[in-house]
């Protein structure tokens, strides 16, 4: 289906290319990547801090570690200044005793008197059998947190390798890739990092060099992938120079060619790369695309190695630069998966051919849709890569949803029992109320999903249905030319027969061309839940409350000729609806769409509707009179309980132009508000039976008088009344005492106060209300 003018045909997804044929594809263009990324200098291979995985056995990127509040214990531990008395020494608060084994500094802040002695002078690590590590001053450490001394383990922390690269210490590292120690830890070779804690805290109080333990929260780094508290550890890994991709991605967003949707995610783009770090690509897992590096048999992996597209090509450049009888192999690990996704909008068009039918086709695209949780892990990627390989940013928007939570507003998790499985919604409430309830939520903004939601929209599904029920039902047959003659011989696109129509028809018309305007213009805006939320209230709240309704006073009571102008409006109306509505409710509107008469196109390719057509905006106003007018009818008819099927009487009184509108449309009015046709009567001065009647005021020149008669037995409603006002008043009388009671103000708590006031005042307006109906019966009493 033809959409508003962002949404094209050619932002489709491309036919679906076979696997066989996509996978050779996709390799192809990964090494391209990788071969053309180093060959620019932008990848190299070193060893550095990485967040490693132990039981996954990977290094993970600083995007898949996420860092949580944990209870644990600091730990203050002596180190023995060497040379000096037993009362000398520097005690070190840590979280991570373990880590000790890797210390080759202690460093205090030189402002710090506390310890300025010690400065240049060796501390004695505990249980490494007298390991000295010289004591340090420097700016970095806090001399307000803590014990003012810290331990530099630039093996397992971030900030102490940053800081041990800058001074030039060295980096000694503890643990082994699957989290023990190692033979530097000595004795504790080969324990687990958690028991190895354990063990040295135990040793260290053994010792007399543990001082104290206690409770403290920390923000502890986990994998995203399994959940495991993630190691900080210095590893051989590939990465990949980022700032300079930076850079292009941040322009294109100040230069307009990138619209992210919406726009606060901007900030946190251009934050993040602002702030970008260096992209540790390598993985130990066997998942991904194998990297294109292969190392001579013999030689230093990281002085010797071939870049290459394939390991034909490896083996010739390597036999071109060592001889002829060189082996080569492979490099064992695997690309980060998000480095393959980074070239998704292309990679499967066929790049590096760019001559691709696919490529000049659909590239770039003009928008992407994805969860606002992966704008730095996939989206800003993307946009690196596009950029440096096609010289074009991939997309023009992009637009980013919400996620899913429960009703409560919680993260879905199958330990909060929580989980809400689209399947058994579907089947539950079915798949267009699960689109729509999704697809109403605010771009960027989580979406409270709850049963209840799910069932309203489930209702507005079904509400659709019974309306196109309606409408077919009452429709001529396909057959009947004469009648779809007098149908199609109304043209609504047209102001003139816009004009020319009666009150209603021109009302529910012009109100839908106000709304697919609105509606085109919030699509290209990407507001989609104000186009959902304005489809929603005019078909329920105008279309199928009123119009519908309205309508039946021409379908069932008037010639063949009259109930054309309805059936063309409802037709109308309701395709156009189908139309507008198709994007968030797919499968319903195409199922009713297709059961109405003489369609030969499925609704997904019918054209979109035309904006700008005309509309009556008098017409708009004199219906909401009309309604106002209705509405006040039916609220007085609720008052004083007649019954739904009763039919009343009323005189209607207002100023001649009003008059002469709202009196041609009595059989609607009548048949809105159950009054009694023949007893409706139009007049610009009150009925002589005034000071017998209900008086309404619908709007400002628009009432209306019911007489009593019709509506109640006014000595019954006398006595009902009587026996009300008689129990609110005791009700009230017991409020206030309880109220006024002195233990109650002094004991009771203050929410019960204030809801036992609250109680008085509504009970004092009900008083207040039930007094001035009887009042009115009474004097109507008096004068009958």
């Given at each position: 289906m033809a959409a508003p003018s962002r949404i094209r045909s050619r932002d489709l997804a491309p036919h679906v290319i076979g696997v066989e044929s996509t996978l050779p594809l996709m390799s192809r263009a990964v090494t391209e990547a990788f071969v053309r990324l180093h060959e620019k200098g932008l990848i190299y291979q070193g060893s550095y801090m990485v967040n490693w995985s132990p039981n996954l056995q990977t290094a993970v990127s600083d995007l898949e570690v996420e860092y949580s509040e944990e209870p644990g214990f600091l730990y203050y531990i002596k180190y023995r200044v060497a040379g000096g008395s037993r009362s000398d020494f520097l005690t070190i608060a840590t979280t991570r005793p373990e880590t000790l084994f890797g210390d080759v500094a202690i460093a205090v802040n030189p402002t710090d008197a506390r310890y300025s002695k010690y400065i240049g002078m060796n501390a004695i690590v505990p249980l490494t059998l007298g390991r000295h590590v010289p004591i340090i001053a420097h700016k970095y450490v806090d001399k307000d947190f803590g014990t003012g001394v810290l331990k530099i383990s630039p093996g397992h922390d971030h900030n102490d390798y940053l800081l041990a690269r800058k001074l030039g210490l060295p980096i000694l590292n503890v643990m082994n890739k699957d989290g023990t120690l190692n033979e530097v830890a000595g004795l504790y070779r080969g324990l687990d990092r958690f028991e190895a804690r354990k063990k040295v805290w135990a040793d260290l109080k053994e010792t007399k060099l543990a001082v104290k333990k206690e409770p403290h929260t920390s923000r502890v780094p986990r994998s995203q992938r399994g959940g495991e508290i993630i190691e900080p550890l210095v590893s051989k890994q590939w990465f990949i120079t980022m700032e300079p991709l930076a850079e292009k991605a941040l322009d294109a967003v100040k230069k307009g060619e990138l619209t992210i949707i919406p726009e606060r995610f901007e900030k946190i783009y251009d934050h993040w790369l602002s702030n970008i770090k260096d992209w540790c690509i390598s993985r130990q897992l066997w998942w991904g695309h194998r990297i294109p590096v292969w190392y001579i048999m013999g030689r230093d992996c990281e002085e010797d190695f071939i870049v290459a597209k394939n390991s034909d090509e490896a083996l010739e450049k390597a036999r071109y630069q060592y001889g002829k009888d060189v082996e080569i192999y492979q490099d064992p690990d695997v690309l980060d998966t998000w480095f393959s996704s980074a070239l998704w909008p292309f990679s499967t068009l066929g790049w590096p051919d760019e001559s691709a039918a696919d490529f000049s086709q659909y590239y770039p695209a003009t928008v992407l849709e994805t969860g606002h949780d992966i704008l730095f892990f996939w989206v800003a990627r993307m946009v690196m890569m596009g950029i440096e390989f096609t010289?074009?940013?991939?997309?023009?928007?992009?637009?980013?949803?919400?996620?899913?939570?429960?009703?409560?507003?919680?993260?879905?998790?199958?330990?909060?029992?929580?989980?809400?499985?689209?399947?058994?919604?579907?089947?539950?409430?079915?798949?267009?109320?699960?689109?729509?309830?999704?697809?109403?939520?605010?771009?960027?903004?989580?979406?409270?999903?709850?049963?209840?939601?799910?069932?309203?929209?489930?209702?507005?599904?079904?509400?659709?249905?019974?309306?196109?029920?309606?409408?077919?039902?009452?429709?001529?047959?396909?057959?009947?030319?004469?009648?779809?003659?007098?149908?199609?011989?109304?043209?609504?696109?047209?102001?003139?027969?816009?004009?020319?129509?009666?009150?209603?028809?021109?009302?529910?018309?012009?109100?839908?061309?106000?709304?697919?305007?609105d509606v085109t213009t919030s699509y290209d805006k990407f507001f989609f839940g104000d186009c959902g939320r304005g489809i929603y209230?005019?078909?329920?709240?105008?279309?199928?409350?009123?119009?519908?309704?309205?309508?039946?006073?021409?379908?069932?009571?008037?010639?063949?000729?009259v109930a054309f102008v309805s059936q063309a409006a409802l037709l109308y109306v309701f395709e156009n609806i189908l139309k507008i509505l198709h994007p968030f409710m797919p499968f319903v509107t195409e199922e009713l769409w297709q059961a109405l008469p003489h369609r030969t196109d499925a609704l997904i390719i019918t054209s979109w509707p035309k904006t700008g057509l005309p509309r009556d905006v008098s017409s708009i106003k004199k219906f909401e009179n009309l309604q106002a007018l209705t509405r006040s009818i039916r609220n007085a008819r609720a008052e004083y309980s007649v019954e739904p099927a009763k039919r009343i009487s009323a005189s209607v009184v207002a100023s001649p132009d009003v008059v002469h509108y709202i009196s041609r449309e009595k059989e609607v009015l009548s048949l809105l508000s159950r009054l009694e046709l023949q007893n409706v009567s139009f007049t610009d001065s009150p009925p002589g039976d005034a000071n017998q009647s209900v008086h309404i005021v619908a709007s400002e020149g628009l009432e209306a008088y019911l007489p009593l008669a019709d509506m109640v037995d006014i000595s019954a409603e006398l006595q009902r009344l009587s026996k009300r006002l008689s129990k609110l008043q005791t009700e009230y009388d017991g409020l206030m005492a309880r109220l006024n009671s002195p233990n109650f103000k002094e004991r009771a708590p203050e929410k019960i106060v204030r809801e036992v006031q609250e109680k008085i005042s509504e009970t004092e307006e009900r008083i207040n209300l039930t007094r001035n109906q009887l009042s009115f019966l009474q004097s109507r009493e008096l004068v009958k």
């Open positions: 010289g074009r940013v991939p997309f023009k928007y992009v637009y980013l949803h919400g996620l899913i939570r429960d009703a409560q507003g919680r993260k879905m998790s199958k330990s909060l029992g929580n989980v809400i499985d689209p399947i058994d919604t579907i089947k539950e409430f079915g798949t267009d109320a699960l689109r729509f309830s999704i697809a109403l939520g605010t771009p960027g903004q989580d979406l409270n999903l709850s049963t209840e939601r799910l069932a309203a929209n489930k209702a507005f599904t079904n509400k659709l249905w019974n309306a196109g029920k309606f409408i077919l039902q009452n429709l001529p047959g396909q057959d009947d030319s004469s009648s779809w003659d007098g149908i199609y011989s109304y043209k609504f696109d047209i102001q003139d027969t816009l004009l020319t129509l009666p009150l209603p028809e021109s009302w529910v018309i012009s109100k839908l061309h106000l709304l697919i305007d209230d005019f078909f329920w709240g105008d279309f199928a409350d009123w119009y519908i309704e309205a309508s039946k006073s021409r379908l069932y009571s008037g010639g063949k000729s």
